[in-house]
């Protein structure tokens, strides 16, 4: 394969997420600036503006990425969004209580760079709504936060501008030779797996009584960054799984013992 066809495919295994974007024409710019540094692959949540893809100040906005804007897809949830994802990079400029790790964007881009030497990786930038950023929720979705380093007290970027420069060290660092891959042999497991080991496990600790489930309050978001920090694999969340199913599973037939002595 050549250079141009290798920036290619792993150019189409990278996803752009724009967050409940307030202004149409930021989703145009956002289209543009990806398409110039040779990606085209863009998802947006909730927009605020529904039929952005036939607004004209988006349509402008885009220019000669008109086919980028008209390909983006529309979600109603930010893990929707994420699809496929195996790593996805929350863009904030500040580390999070029991977010993810904190990591500026050259180095975020190496490691994409390498991540995406695997066919079997795909990986997500997201950003936050134009005023107010993305909140610690949508960041807990996110295996790690990524900041723009910028002159302190002048650190305000637009959207469009923000991804951007995301999209241009991305290129620089995908038209780098590949580094040596370091990561585990066996692929990290989809975002959406991650969510459903979660969300199970969740459950099986309601179910043994270790957590109110009116009141996950931080057990959670421990979890989940521990879960974000491991990056499991596939046999990981089977696992997992099995475990929460097994503890589950117990609960129930020590109730229906107890019910029958009765």
């Known amino acids: 394969m050549n250079?141009?066809?290798?920036?290619?495919?792993r150019a189409r295994r990278l996803r752009f997420v724009l967050v409940q974007?307030?202004?149409?024409?930021?989703?145009?710019?956002?289209?543009?600036?990806?398409?110039?540094?040779?990606?085209?692959?863009?998802a947006v949540v909730?927009?605020?503006?529904?039929a952005f893809q036939s607004d004209p100040q988006a349509l402008a906005w885009a220019t000669h990425a008109r086919d980028v804007l008209q390909a983006a897809t529309v979600h109603d949830t930010l893990?929707?969004?994420?699809?496929?994802?195996?790593?996805?990079?929350?863009m904030t400029g500040y580390a999070r209580e029991f977010g993810a790790r904190f990591i500026v964007l050259r180095e975020a881009a190496a490691e994409t760079a390498a991540r995406l030497a695997r066919a079997d990786e795909?990986?997500?930038f997201v950003f936050g709504t134009e005023r107010t950023g993305l909140t610690n929720e949508q960041v807990g979705h996110c295996q790690a936060c990524c900041a723009i380093p910028a002159q302190p007290g002048a650190d305000s970027l637009n959207l469009a501008q923000a991804v951007q420069l995301v999209a241009y060290e991305l290129r620089l660092a995908l038209a780098a030779p590949l580094p040596v891959s370091c990561f585990q042999s066996e692929p990290a497991a989809p975002l959406a797996a991650v969510e459903g080991m979660l969300a199970h496990l969740q459950q099986a600790l309601v179910a043994i009584g270790y957590l109110d489930p009116q009141a996950p309050?931080?057990?959670?978001?421990?979890?989940?960054?521990?879960?974000a920090r491991a990056q499991p694999t596939v046999s990981d969340i089977d696992i997992l799984r099995g475990i929460a199913a097994a503890m589950i599973a117990r609960k129930a037939e020590r109730r229906g013992r107890k019910a029958g002595s009765n």
Do not use: C, W
């Not at 309050?217 to 879960?227: E, I, S, V, W, Y």
């Open 3 to 9: 250079d141009a066809a290798d920036f290619g495919a």
């Open 21 to 42: 974007p307030a202004h149409a024409g930021n989703i145009g710019a956002a289209a543009r600036a990806i398409k110039a540094m040779g990606f085209t692959r863009l």
């Open 46 to 50: 909730a927009p605020r503006e529904p």
């Open 79 to 90: 893990p929707q969004a994420l699809g496929d994802s195996t790593y996805a990079y929350a």
């Open 122 to 124: 795909t990986v997500a």
């Open 217 to 227: 309050g931080r057990l959670m978001l421990r979890l989940r960054r521990l879960l």
